[in-house]
């Protein structure tokens, strides 16, 4: 297959090249390094601007991982692309986020039912009102399934993506809190409104790794312990997708 006919300014692939599932963690090496110790056979299928694409083999089935980069514009443009250009049916964002509940401990999985935002993304979508992005219900289901079967600790229910790391508004982010938002972090919002408008599905899925009212954090072996626990449940959970 000529893959000149489906280049975008972001990835040199065809849609052969794809799973129908990509796990998207936001660091390039982070991807690297998921294919490398994860897939059987994996090769690299997009290396534009460094962003790192792999597809390979998770239990004889195929899967791919690709990075989405920082924030709610760059995985909108990746996650875009993937969906309407590439064929890819669902996308699971792995990633880090800042737990801003006390319902909520250092290490614990969060599965993103909603995720609320400071973004003007929808706004592309002129619409009368908000828009609530929310996940594939069908893949939180499963990924709930596989995180009691290794017994992990988890939480289910709403994200903060939001566009700003520091804001000059330092109470901004504990507003959120006061509504039951679980944890902080930049992307999912953007992935759920582009899964909405193309009609295919997603879900994020995010450790703890540091919490904002305790002010406790993961040391490094202990993020890469919580990590491997969050990957076999997203792999897991991509092999049942159908």
């Known amino acids: 297959m000529d893959k000149s006919k489906f280049y975008t300014p972001h990835i040199k692939a065809t849609p052969d ?3 129908k599932t990509v796990l998207m963690p936001g660091d390039p090496l982070r991807a690297k390094f998921i294919a490398e110790t994860f897939l059987e056979n994996a090769k690299l ?3 534009v601007r460094g962003i790192h694409g792999y597809t390979g083999e998770w239990k004889g089935e195929r899967v791919s991982v690709m ?7 760059s995985i909108g443009i990746y996650s875009y692309e993937l969906y309407n250009f590439f064929g890819v049916e669902n996308i699971m964002r792995i990633g880090s986020a800042g737990a801003i509940s006390t319902d909520v401990k250092v290490r614990d999985i969060i599965f993103g039912m909603g995720a609320c935002t400071n973004s003007n993304f929808a706004v592309q979508y002129n619409l009368q009102g908000a828009f609530a992005p929310i996940a594939s219900y069908d893949m939180m289901k499963i990924a709930i399934e596989e995180a009691e079967k290794i017994g992990a600790r988890y939480c289910v229910g709403n994200l903060l993506s939001s566009d700003t790391f520091y804001n000059a508004d330092g109470e901004a982010t504990m507003k959120w809190a006061k509504l039951g938002v679980l944890g902080v972090e930049m992307e ?3 992935l759920y409104m582009n899964a909405a408008y193309s009609g ?3 879900l994020a899925i995010c450790t703890v790794s540091d919490h904002i009212v305790t002010g406790e954090a993961l040391d490094a072996d202990a ?3 919580s990590f491997t626990e969050m990957m076999e449940i997203a792999l897991n959970t991509a092999i049942r997708l159908k």
């Open 17 to 19: 090249d794809f799973a």
């Open 200 to 202: 295919k599905r997603a």
């Open 188 to 190: 999912a919002a953007a």
């Open 45 to 47: 299928v997009n290396n």
């Open 67 to 73: 990075a989405s980069g920082m924030g709610m514009p």
């Open 223 to 225: 993020r890469q312990n």
